[in-house]
């Protein structure tokens, strides 16, 4: 490196007041190689490891990260000390020389420190600290093709730090280092999505700031006037990679985002052959037949060998291997043998109808059933289907969100819920809530892991979005998913998910929920709402119209649960299916009911049911309803209705209209017509 080396305060600015070179030089002596303040490690400068660890990392009052080991008085310093132990410098009389030496392994220039990117005034703002690339960052870039020229034309940053706002307000920095690069992809003029491609949890690699633009294409500004092809890609880095090996290439930001007609058609104005070529696994290839039928962009698929070294989309290929003679083979063979034209079942859309081209909204039943993977299954037996939008109501401190809760933990154990089978593919479940704190949800979900041994606790994932809006939500949980499949979404509450105005217009609740349908649909998971009951239902007998905003929310709902309590005993609970498709109608017709255990926050099913015509019901109805019962099952016993009138005390012609189509003599005596039992499927099996 020539030149003057950067001065004292410019590489502590720069390096996050020295962490990057504590990084640089002592991170592989921590345990999981990251740097831990304040915790003790063997004197990495002694010849044999200490027998009781005494030195570590900590920073000073002034915020500067310092070393010391307590054993051993002449072993202390900052950052700069660091480096020239390590680099064998004498910082008393070669300090420029530590300096450059820092430089040359930290990849920092001198501009670092004044070489920043802002935005404000547009709702989100944030600054993004550039740097250089340091070689070790472009030695990444370059296992997959992808060179400085091909990073600057699409205008990508070395990040030093980003200093933006959280969910809560407050402002927070990130910091790179030579172990934890960070990269920035611009998204038009105010914001940026930052790319952190190490970072521990596949969720934290991607971070957007700033305000997003709707519907951006990145690449699109880099895109001749006109070229043989554009080819879609599912991320950045993989229209990067296209492009470095001869292929133009544009990225909708995810897999799963959609594309307009009128986009479409703007890209189809600049090549002369549109393409997408999406990651190898299911979403991947899900999206990339949605976009062949709906828009007829012709799908590239990559070779099987690159999942072998756990590879899936461009990047791999070329980093495992591949070549830009065989990339280009698998586009001339694609277009020279595009796939059938006729609609697949993995497009969900295009079977509903929904902004499907005329000619492939059809699709014979053979293709349905070869392609179909099917959703009529429940994921809890009888409550909740495993594909679909379905909702637990009630009415206010009933114990829905407490119910939700120890669904999931069902859900993620597989063990039984109520007595009821449950049946998980991915025992993963996500929860959005919108309305607690962290610490009442934790201290709420303590409780029930009291009682419930065996708890994956990484299987539950909580999305906090009080402070999200409807469409931040919608994308958080596809991408979520994109990386891990969960069996259930809960979402507590869907009032605060509504982006509408008038949720008692059907056009503006069909619209909000037709998102959180199309995320079910696509990624094959159920969606439940916590929702509640409108106040005329609240002492009403269980019935879906008592949900409130009920017509259009219940219509597109695929099962409603109703959650209510015994008047006199409010531990005591109903639990009611007012819809259910694909459940018998003598299921709906009874209630489970529940016992709530108020200190650990559980319910338990008593094994005992109530007709949910019963429940709040008027005793006069309740003595007709069981008079009616009565007189059907003597009749059914063979008795006349004169005989049946003068037993109960109703006219003849009451008794007449009750079993008017009942057969008669069709029980024996003393047999049941059991529409008492307590077992759920026992009427199913038997027949009756």
């Not at 006037?225 to 990067?240: F, P, Q, R, S, Y």
């Not at 996500?430 to 709420?444: D, F, K, M, P, Y």
């Not at 979005?465 to 509450?493: C, K, M, Q």
């Not at 559980?602 to 309740?622: R, W």
């Amino acid at each position: 490196m020539s030149g003057q080396p950067a001065g004292r305060d410019a590489i502590l600015r720069a390096t996050g007041n020295g962490f990057a070179i504590f990084e640089q030089y002592l991170a592989q002596h921590f345990p999981g190689g990251r740097i831990e303040e304040g915790r003790h490690i063997s004197n990495p400068f002694l010849g044999t490891p200490q027998h009781t660890p005494s030195f570590n990392v900590y920073r000073d009052s002034g915020g500067i990260w310092r070393f010391k080991d307590f054993a051993h008085s002449d072993c202390s310093g900052d950052c700069f000390e660091l480096a020239a132990r390590v680099n064998g410098i004498n910082p008393a009389t070669n300090f420029p020389d530590v300096l450059k030496r820092i430089e040359a392994d930290c990849g920092l220039q001198p501009q670092d420190a004044v070489n920043q990117r802002t935005s404000k005034g547009h709702g989100k703002d944030y600054s993004i600290r550039q740097k250089p690339f340091s070689r070790q960052e472009l030695d990444y870039w370059q296992q997959c093709g992808i060179d400085a020229d091909i990073l600057e034309r699409f205008g990508v940053l070395s990040v030093s730090s980003y200093t933006a706002s959280g969910r809560d307000g407050k402002s927070y920095t990130v910091r790179s280092s030579p172990n934890a690069p960070l990269f920035a992809y611009p998204y038009g003029e105010h914001a940026h999505k930052l790319y952190s491609p190490f970072a521990a949890k596949r969720e934290a690699r991607f971070r957007f700031v700033g305000v997003k633009p709707e519907g951006f294409i990145w690449g699109l500004e880099q895109l001749p006037e006109h070229g043989n092809a554009v080819m879609i890609t599912a991320g950045e880095k993989d229209a990067l990679a296209a492009t470095a090996h001869g292929v133009h290439a544009v990225t909708l930001n995810s897999e799963t985002a959609r594309i307009s007609s009128d986009a479409v058609r703007m890209l189809r104005s600049r090549a002369d052959v549109l393409l997408c070529c999406y990651d190898i696994d299911e979403t991947g290839c899900t999206a990339a037949t949605r976009l062949w039928h709906e828009h007829e962009i012709i799908p590239v698929s990559l070779p099987c060998w690159i999942a072998d070294g756990e590879g899936k989309d461009i990047s791999d290929f070329f980093k495992l291997g591949g070549t830009k003679e065989g990339f280009h083979e698998l586009i001339t063979d694609i277009i020279a043998n595009p796939p059938p034209a006729a609609a697949t079942a993995t497009n969900v859309e295009s079977v509903n109808g929904e902004q499907a081209q005329a000619g492939s909204r059809f699709i014979s039943l053979r293709e349905l059933l070869a392609c179909t993977e099917s959703d009529e299954g429940f994921l809890i037996e009888n409550i909740l289907p495993a594909v679909g939008v379905s909702a637990i109501v009630g009415i206010p401190d009933v114990g829905k969100s407490q119910f939700t809760r120890h669904l999931a933990l069902a859900i993620v154990t597989a063990d039984a819920f109520l007595g009821l089978k449950v049946t998980p593919r991915h025992r993963r479940v996500i929860i959005v809530i919108t309305e607690e704190s962290r610490g009442q949800v934790a201290g709420s979900l303590l409780k029930q892991l009291a009682l419930i041994p065996d708890v994956p606790l990484d299987a539950i994932e909580i999305l906090f979005a009080n402070t999200l809006a409807p469409d931040e939500i919608i994308a958080d949980l596809s991408g979520r998913l994109r990386e891990a499949p969960a069996d259930a979404i809960i979402i507590d509450s869907f009032g605060d998910v509504f982006p509408g105005r008038d949720p008692n217009s059907s056009a503006e609740m069909r619209k909000a929920l037709k998102p959180f349908d199309a995320i079910a649909q696509e990624f094959l998971t159920a969606v439940l709402f916590v929702n509640h009951l409108g106040k005329a239902g609240y002492r009403a007998t269980p019935d879906q119209s008592q949900v409130i905003n009920s017509a259009a929310f219940v219509q597109k709902c695929r099962s409603v649960i109703d959650l209510r309590y015994e008047t006199h005993d409010p531990l005591t609970k109903f639990l009611s299916i007012t819809k259910g498709n694909g459940v018998a109608t003598a299921i709906k017709q009874r209630s489970m009911i529940l016992r709530y255990n108020e200190s650990a926050l559980l319910f338990s099913f008593t094994g005992q049911y109530k007709l949910v015509s019963e429940i709040n019901a008027d005793p006069g109805d309740m003595e007709r309803a069981q008079l009616r019962r009565e007189a059907v099952e003597r009749y059914q016993r063979g008795e006349s209705v004169r005989t049946i009138a003068g037993a109960i005390g109703r006219a003849p012609s009451t008794v007449g209209s009750w079993v008017k189509g009942v057969r008669p003599g069709t029980l024996s005596a003393g047999e049941s017509s059991g529409e008492l039992s307590n077992d759920w499927t026992q009427e199913l099996d038997s027949g009756q």
